[in-house]
């Protein structure tokens, strides 16, 4: 009895040189047990717990030396997962329960360590954070990768996009924001090759079925006018490329705009890939436009945001749109 309380004083007190000794026995005594203890899928969650519990107390001692063990522990997780938890061995396209249900507890718990391991604002403190939010986002992704279909996999990347961009603008944590143009990347690819072999007819989805995309600007505006102001450019660009007529029928100027503006090459690319016609070095140009008109409108968006607009200039530009 006299020990347990000598060993759980120097965990919150003491001298420190003895304090981390014991900390340090203590994990590692908890990290053996909880590799005997539990077997297979189970011993990442296990030392996942450890790894969250170990945050929370050094986020409250405010402990370097916690840190560099429940780091170790996030390394051990990851490996685990990646060994055991994905079941590299089962057939493709078939669901495993066990990573359904362990890779999104995985994820959280990564997140959570996360968002304790910020004991500091300095440099090398952001890169441990961004290692157990990127071991979050890497499972989540593998998620949808091995248990999602292969048709839905685009979409399913795009809604973890989406989730990812609100969380990290909720959070302001910078870091997610790469994390979703990564995804974002993900979704792009899966997107062109997905059915490789024409086994299914997903090109015969209606077009006004893609209409579903405006939801995100109408949710992400904080009012009607600013949902409105986000179709403009949407509604303008198509009309100006190849969408209707070949550019090559246009005049001068008009065809030189076409040529170089994102909506042509995405709709050169997405006809190509309906017709199964080689799609060539279009995509790498429609895919550039789409990261780059992303960064491009977070960045609008942030400056919206942040600045206020005179009431007497919003009446008026409401005043021009009516008319």
């Not at 304790?116 to 403190?125: G, H, K, M, Y």
């Not at 990564?182 to 090759?193: E, N, S």
Request: hydrophobic fraction near 50%; aromatic fraction near 12%.
């Amino acid at each position: 009895m006299k020990s347990r309380c000598v060993r759980t004083a120097a965990w919150t007190a003491g001298d420190p040189p003895t304090a981390t000794v014991i900390r340090s026995a203590t994990s590692r005594s908890a990290a053996r047990r909880a590799w005997a203890f539990f077997t297979d899928d189970w011993t990442a969650l296990a030392f996942a717990v450890l790894m969250l519990i170990l945050a929370s107390i050094g986020k409250s001692l405010q402990s370097v030396h916690l840190q560099v063990q429940y780091a170790f522990l996030g390394v051990l997780t990851a490996y685990r997962t990646f060994a055991v938890n994905l079941h590299f061995e089962a057939s493709e396209g078939l669901h495993v329960k066990m990573r359904l249900l362990t890779l999104p507890l995985l994820a959280t718990a990564f997140y959570g360590t996360a968002k304790l391991a910020l004991l500091r604002e300095t440099a090398e403190q952001q890169i441990v954070r961004g290692c157990f939010a990127a071991a979050g986002s890497s499972a989540l992704a593998l998620l949808i990768w091995f248990e999602t279909p292969e048709l839905w996999r685009p979409v399913a990347f795009i809604v973890f996009a989406i989730a990812l961009a609100e969380a990290g603008r909720a959070l302001r944590y910078r870091g997610l924001a790469w994390h979703t143009h990564l995804v974002c990347v993900l979704a792009a690819v899966t997107t062109v090759t997905a059915d490789a072999n024409s086994l299914h007819r997903w090109h015969t989805v209606p077009v006004h079925a893609f209409s579903g995309i405006a939801v995100i600007a109408g949710l992400s505006a904080k009012s009607t006018d600013g949902a409105v102001a986000f179709s403009y450019p949407i509604l303008f660009l198509p009309f100006v490329s190849s969408a209707f007529v070949p550019t090559a029928s246009m005049p001068g100027p008009v065809r030189a705009f076409a040529e170089n503006q994102p909506v042509t090459s995405i709709v050169n690319t997405i006809r190509a890939l309906f017709e199964q016609q080689p799609v060539g070095g279009e995509i790498w140009i429609a895919l550039a436009w789409g990261v780059g008109s992303t960064e491009y409108a977070d960045l609008i968006y942030q400056g919206f945001t942040q600045v206020e607009v005179p009431e007497s200039i919003l009446r008026r530009v409401k005043a021009f749109v009516r008319s």
